[in-house]
């Protein structure tokens, strides 16, 4: 076995010794496999676990994507976590909650990337986190305990740590990257787990402390997609095409519809609140 920390299997000990949180991941379960970090999660929250447990796996074999997506999984090179949030939050504020934690996760992953990496990386509306153009990490959020006592969020993050180019399948070749691809070297998935937990401990805090302003800027400083020609695949087949002019307060995207061979008028502006962003280049009619 290697002695250097990058190529050792994640345990709960060195995980423990890298935290810095007060909560989140202090409670944790670290898997070598299972069907889906987020499934385990799920039930782990249905019954009755603490805000902040999280569970990590080696390697999933159904890892779940946005949209219904699989999750490329293999064993022994990435990160794949998912952390139970649910902080004591007034029943009339939860939807707001529920529509921002996915973004707080989205500009956590890109900060814990940077420190580690020191990879710039972006946000594609809500929160695909790129290096350049390709997708380095991804981030499903699910909810449940609507209306119970305690409403949760499971977020599962997907962080393509040390794959090499060859082991990504061919459909995601041309539009994935890992963090060793970028950085032309291995990183630690201990050290990146230690600071995404402290990274989204910190932006929970604050939004429940009621800085949702500076988390709001804060977001739209890393977002890629703010400014940009898109489309905007908002599934059965429809899309709309316009530019990114904005995140709304409730954590959908403002966009001023182009109009011309759209469903929609020119200039008009939507609100979306859940789609699938391509960015557009310049020269790209839709
Ligand atoms: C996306 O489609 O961009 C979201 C991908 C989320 C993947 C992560 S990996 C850990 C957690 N468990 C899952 O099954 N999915 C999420």
Redo the contacts with the bound molecule.
């Keep these: 076995m290697s002695l250097l920390s990058v190529y050792q299997p994640i345990t709960a000990e060195a995980v423990r010794l890298a935290l810095s949180t007060s909560l989140l991941g202090r409670t944790l379960r670290v898997l070598d496999e299972t069907?889906?970090?987020?499934?385990?999660?799920f039930v782990l929250a249905q019954g009755g676990a603490s805000h902040g447990t999280a569970?990590v796996?080696d390697r999933?074999t159904?890892?779940?994507?946005?949209?219904g997506?699989q999750?490329h999984?293999p064993p022994g090179k990435?990160?794949?976590?998912?952390v139970i949030l649910r902080p004591a939050i007034e029943p009339d504020a939860v939807a707001h909650w529920l529509a921002w934690v996915p973004l707080l996760c989205g500009v956590a992953v890109a900060r814990a990337i940077q420190g580690l990496a020191a990879c710039s990386s972006t946000l594609k509306w809500p929160?695909?986190v790129l290096i350049g153009d390709r997708?380095a990490?991804?981030?499903?959020c699910e909810s449940g305990g609507a209306g119970g006592t305690a409403p949760f969020v499971?977020a599962?993050?997907?962080?393509n740590v040390n794959t090499p180019l060859d082991l990504f399948p061919d459909d995601l070749r041309g539009s994935a990257t890992s963090l060793a691809i970028e950085g032309g070297r291995p990183y630690d998935r201990v050290v990146l787990l230690a600071s995404v937990l402290s990274e989204l401990e910190i932006r929970c805090d604050a939004y429940l402390a009621g800085h949702v302003a500076d988390l709001r800027d804060e977001y739209r400083l890393r977002s890629s997609t703010i400014g940009q020609r898109v489309r905007v695949e908002l599934g059965q087949g429809q899309t709309v095409v316009g530019v990114a002019n904005a995140v709304n307060d409730d954590g959908s995207l403002c966009l001023i519809a182009a109009g011309a061979g759209g469903s929609h008028a020119a200039d008009a502006v939507l609100d979306i609140r859940a789609g699938d962003v391509v960015h557009l280049r310049r020269d790209e009619s839709q």
């Design positions: 069907p889906s970090t987020n499934q385990e999660a569970v796996a999933q159904a890892g779940r994507g946005r949209h997506r999750w999984s990435n990160l794949y976590c998912s929160n695909d997708k990490a991804g981030i499903l499971v599962g993050i997907g962080i």
